[in-house]
């Protein structure tokens, strides 16, 4: 038996899934996570391209970042997706949401934290509801 194909997933991709938008893409989008369900690719999803998806979902759709973690929890859960990292994803996904921060930051909070070192950064804001040490510059 063959081995699916893998391709990396691109944030445009995603977001045509994910918004519908624009209907001729979105199509094309939902047959590709088609293939996925049902084996006939594997889809590989970064960190950073999940990251864009968060962005643009928050800055140009305006979704809630509870419809966008409820979303993309299920969504880097479904079969045929794999991700790089996929628990410290799925944390950081769930922090960002709990403690109302970027994922970017969430994500580097947590890759510092596991790694028992230091986040350098100007956002205060977000860092001081962040699990991770860090300092100004």
């Not at 038996?1 to 001729?24: E, G, H």
């Not at 973690?69 to 997706?81: D, E, N």
Request: glycine fraction near 2%; proline fraction near 4%.
């Amino acid at each position: 038996m063959a081995q699916a194909a893998r391709l990396w997933v691109d944030a445009n991709v995603i977001l045509r899934f994910l918004t519908k938008d624009p209907s001729a893409m979105a199509k094309r989008a939902a047959k590709l996570m088609e293939k996925a369900e049902s084996g006939e690719v594997t889809l590989l999803v970064s960190p950073l391209v999940l990251a864009e998806v968060i962005w643009v979902l928050k800055s140009f759709y305006h979704y809630p970042i509870l419809d966008i973690s409820k979303v993309l929890l299920l969504f880097i859960s479904a079969p045929g997706i794999e991700t790089f990292e996929r628990e410290l994803i799925i944390r950081a996904i769930e922090l960002a949401r709990d403690k109302i921060v970027d994922f970017a930051d969430a994500y580097l909070a947590l890759q510092a934290l596991r790694q028992d070192e230091t986040v350098c950064t100007f956002d205060e804001t977000d860092f001081k509801r962040l699990p991770a040490k860090w300092v100004l510059p």
